[in-house]
């Protein structure tokens, strides 16, 4: 069975208020897409990865990315689209002998093996999963006046982060369909696949640190995760002496 990661790095990062797009933002040294890679290029579950990133970024992420930090599981690296759907299906459509495809958005650093490991357990049981985390806070539906309309109960409610994971089959076809019409509403796969591929998705199990990157504060939170994540190795190697 063959695995590909679509690792997702187009995005301009507008709220990050700055010049830099916010995946090649260093954090810790390393740009912040290097962390996601790093996972995909490790996990004995990918087999492949697909880079999608700006047409003007692509040599870049050739050069002072994959070959600097030798990602040899990148095996392309193409231009995406104007919007975040118009990538994934750039990304669907370079992949090649493919059973599942693993979606990720590069802003995501934290994305983890064990994460990768539920799911694909998940979607070879039902043919996609969708890595999320239950609601930490009450959440309010508001209407067009950002009046109060509805409060979902919240332990039914959760937060959606990548990677969503498909058989490669069924999203692409799912895709295909959708963009015979407007995907102007559409914010992520698992709306894609629900409406297009008849299907239900379960929610899996991600962390709570698999946070996306969006404002200039979220960068402040991921050093701090991966100083925490620095202060364990140490112990557990000082434990091991």
């Given at each position: 069975?063959?695995?590909?990661?679509?690792?997702l790095?187009?995005?301009?990062?507008?709220?990050?208020?700055?010049?830099?797009?916010?995946?090649?933002?260093?954090?810790?040294?390393?740009?912040?897409?290097?962390?996601?890679?790093?996972?995909?290029?490790?996990?004995?579950?990918?087999?492949?990865?697909?880079?999608?990133?700006?047409?003007e970024?692509?040599?870049?992420?050739?050069?002072?990315?994959?070959?600097?930090?030798?990602?040899?599981?990148?095996?392309?690296?193409?231009?995406?689209?104007?919007?975040?759907?118009?990538?994934?299906?750039?990304?669907?459509?370079?992949?090649?002998?493919?059973?599942?495809?693993?979606?990720?958005?590069g802003?995501?650093?934290?994305?983890?093996?064990?994460?990768?490991?539920?799911?694909e357990?998940?979607?070879?049981?039902?043919?996609?999963?969708?890595?999320?985390?239950?609601?930490?806070d009450?959440?309010?539906?508001?209407?067009?006046?950002?009046?109060?309309?509805?409060?979902?109960?919240?332990?039914?409610?959760?937060t959606?982060?990548?990677?969503?994971?498909?058989?490669?089959?069924?999203?692409?076809?799912?895709?295909?369909?959708?963009?015979?019409?407007s995907?102007?509403?559409?914010?992520?796969?698992?709306?894609?696949?629900?409406?297009?591929?008849?299907?239900?998705?379960?929610?899996?199990?991600?962390?709570?640190?698999?946070?996306?990157?969006?404002?200039?504060?979220?960068?402040?939170?991921?050093?701090?995760?991966?100083?925490?994540?620095?202060?364990?190795?140490?112990m557990?190697?000082?434990?091991?002496?």
């Open positions: 069975m063959k695995s590909i990661a679509i690792v790095a187009a995005g301009q990062g507008k709220r990050m208020h700055s010049k830099v797009q916010k995946q090649f933002l260093s954090l810790k040294g390393k740009p912040i897409l290097y962390y996601s890679l790093t996972c995909f290029q490790n996990s004995p579950e990918i087999q492949e990865i697909i880079l999608v990133t700006g047409a970024s692509v040599e870049y992420c050739r050069k002072e990315i994959v070959q600097n930090y030798d990602f040899s599981k990148v095996k392309k690296i193409i231009p995406g689209g104007r919007e975040r759907y118009d990538s994934v299906f750039e990304g669907l459509m370079a992949c090649e002998n493919c059973d599942y495809v693993y979606i990720h958005d802003a995501r650093p934290f994305v983890t093996e064990e994460i990768l490991v539920r799911a357990e998940a979607v070879k049981k039902y043919g996609g999963c969708v890595v999320g985390m239950p609601s930490k009450t959440v309010k539906i508001a209407d067009e006046n950002q009046l109060i309309a509805q409060t979902p109960k919240r332990s039914l409610v959760w959606v982060q990548t990677p969503q994971v498909f058989s490669y089959d069924l999203i692409r076809k799912a895709y295909e369909k959708a963009r015979q019409g995907m102007e509403a559409v914010t992520d796969d698992a709306m894609v696949a629900e409406a297009y591929g008849n299907i239900r998705i379960p929610l899996i199990e991600g962390s709570y640190e698999n946070i996306k990157i969006t404002t200039p504060e979220d960068l402040l939170i991921a050093e701090r995760i991966l100083e925490k994540a620095e202060i364990l190795t140490n557990e190697e000082v434990e091991k002496k």
